[in-house]
């Protein structure tokens, strides 16, 4: 009931176009909903996250869709570039600690 | 920009020693933990640590592991007898607890290789 699960796997986009990464869960406990960018040798940080009070939450090209009722939520990557180019993880907590993260998406942005 | 800083970067050692890995948190942070990521595979906690004490631990985080805060600004992780399963990247992170915010902040990573 902990688990967050991630798709896909892998992701090539054209430069321009529309990422979008799924995730889904199953606690109901969850309260917190980051997504995680990581480049290569370097940590996780956080790029953008959402409650569940809300539905979508914008900030810049980044834009978390959140659907309670499916216990699904979204990134979606709008205009991506190749500096976009990272492994994406979603994550859940309750009341922001212990984040339960998924099984990651390596993002391709290709010219 | 506040950050946490992790070291070594990188550890080499033999099966069965033992490895502290080190943390600076950011200062005002009060909650600690330490996350593992081995090659290719997700981000897993392993325990969290706040007032002094561990408030929560995984499975992975056996009697082979412990955390210490032994002073105001270290948190250190240490694995007594490492096996080749530890091979991971260790991270650590904390977090200040604010209403507003539940961001954790991740530090750049300890890569530990078994041999």
């Known amino acids: 009931q902990q688990q967050v699960k991630q798709s896909p796997q892998s992701l090539i986009v054209q430069k321009g176009g529309i990422s979008i990464i799924n995730c889904a869960y199953e606690?109901?406990?969850?309260?917190?909903f980051p997504w995680y960018q990581q480049f290569p040798g370097k940590g996780p940080a956080l790029l953008i996250a959402?409650?569940?009070?809300?539905s979508e939450k914008k900030e810049g090209r980044f834009t978390i869709s959140f659907n309670k009722s499916a216990k699904q939520f979204s990134l979606h990557i709008m205009d991506s570039q190749p500096g976009d180019s990272a492994t994406y993880f979603c994550?859940?907590?309750?009341?922001?600690?212990?984040?339960?993260f998924g099984t990651g998406t390596r993002l391709t942005i290709i010219p | 920009e506040p950050e946490v800083t992790q070291t070594p970067s990188h550890q080499v050692t033999q099966m069965g020693q033992e490895v502290i890995l080190r943390c600076v948190p950011i200062?005002?942070?009060?909650?600690f933990y330490w996350y593992r990521q081995i090659l290719g595979q997700k981000v897993e906690f392993l325990v969290s640590?706040?007032?002094?004490?561990?408030?929560?631990k995984s499975e992975i985080f056996d009697d082979q592991f412990s955390v210490e805060r032994p002073d105001g600004s270290n948190f250190t992780l240490k694995i007594r007898s490492t096996k080749l399963e530890d091979s991971a990247m260790y991270f650590c992170?904390?977090?200040?607890?604010?209403?507003?915010?539940?961001?954790?902040?991740f530090g750049e990573g300890s890569r530990l290789t078994v041999l």
């Open positions: 200062s005002n942070h009060l909650y």
């Open positions: 606690n109901t406990a969850f309260d917190y």
């Open positions: 992170a904390s977090w200040l607890m604010s209403a507003n915010t539940g961001e954790l902040f």
């Open positions: 994550a859940a907590s309750i009341r922001g600690e212990k984040l339960t």
């Open positions: 959402i409650r569940p009070d809300v």
């Open positions: 640590f706040y007032n002094n004490e561990i408030s929560e």
